[in-house]
């Protein structure tokens, strides 16, 4: 992803091999993205459920954080 953005600085906005990078950075996303949920489920096949109700506090103070920001912004 480091290397398609610093070929994006090097080239022009009509230059024809922008797409190409596009098209990777689509496919390091989709990987990347195939990966986390990999690795999530693999998580999830291990973990208690006193552990994932534990996440899951985790990850709504995260999104209550995360909705203080945006306001914040506004």
């Given at each position: 992803a480091?290397?398609?953005h610093e070929a994006l600085?090097?080239?022009g906005p009509g230059?024809?091999?922008v797409q190409n990078?596009?098209?990777s950075n689509g496919e390091l996303a989709t990987e990347?993205?195939?990966l986390f949920a990999r690795v999530r489920g693999e998580i999830d096949a291990?973990?208690?459920d006193e552990q994932r109700a534990e996440l899951?506090?985790?990850k709504d103070?995260?999104?209550d954080r995360r909705g203080d920001r945006k306001k914040r912004r506004q």
């Amino acid at each position: 992803a480091k290397a398609n953005h610093e070929a994006l600085k090097a080239l022009g906005p009509g230059d024809p091999e922008v797409q190409n990078i596009a098209i990777s950075n689509g496919e390091l996303a989709t990987e990347a993205t195939l990966l986390f949920a990999r690795v999530r489920g693999e998580i999830d096949a291990v973990l208690t459920d006193e552990q994932r109700a534990e996440l899951a506090e985790l990850k709504d103070r995260a999104g209550d954080r995360r909705g203080d920001r945006k306001k914040r912004r506004q």
